[in-house]
């Protein structure tokens, strides 16, 4: 089986990095994997992954070091993967020009449709971080909006662009918009869930 991509992930909590690794590879990736920032620099200059997935507090070099690191010398994208939600680290992620971030506690099943969602964006050709405080991509917002549908309610991937229109229509909303507040949702209701 072909690769559908290669990307790096980085945790220092061994058991979410095991059971990271884990599903994207059984989604048809190749992981490289490091449970701490300086690993993952000697890893992705090595190996040169086309995405990384970093948690943000680590021991040493912090996910956001490690990002800064990708984005200048590499040039490699990057999504975050942790379970801080407050202001001042959004903005933070924003200003590196994070292609997604996701709030733990999140299974693998909500975790795939996301990278799914960033190698669509990155084989699309936008793969160039954002400018700091750009707006996110509104293909962006609905590839993950469409990846919650199709996880929560096992839809393909038009059944929950069906759905979407629908329920856009419903509340007199621009799928745009009706996907931003179900993105906001989920991620309200992640960052609400006791740690």
């Known amino acids: 089986m072909t690769s559908k991509g ?22 048809g990736y190749e992981v490289i994997d490091a449970d701490n920032g300086d690993d993952a620099i000697l890893l992705a200059r090595e190996h040169r992954p086309e995405l990384a997935l970093l948690d943000i ?52 099943h909500q975790i795939v449709p996301a990278v799914e969602s960033a190698f669509a964006n990155i084989k699309a050709g936008s793969n160039t971080p954002r400018p700091a405080a750009a707006p996110t991509d509104s293909r962006e917002i609905i590839a993950t909006a ?18 979407l229109q629908a329920l856009a229509e419903s509340e007199q909303r621009s ?15 992640a960052a609400s869930r006791p740690a």
């Open 6 to 27: 290669k990307i790096l992930v980085v945790d220092d909590d061994r058991l979410v990095l095991a059971t990271v690794v884990h599903g994207l590879s059984q989604a």
């Open 57 to 108: 507090r680590m021991e040493g070099m912090s996910g956001f070091d490690v990002a800064e690191y990708l984005r200048q010398s590499l040039q490699t994208p990057f999504m975050f993967l942790s379970a801080f939600a407050d202001e001042a680290t959004l903005t933070q992620v924003k200003e590196l020009g994070a292609v997604a971030y996701l709030v733990k506690p999140l299974d693998i």
């Open 146 to 163: 469409l990846g919650v549908l199709m996880h929560r309610y096992s839809l393909s991937r038009q059944e929950a662009r069906t759905q």
């Open 175 to 189: 799928l745009d918009d009706q996907a931003q507040r179900l993105v906001e949702a989920v991620e309200l209701l």
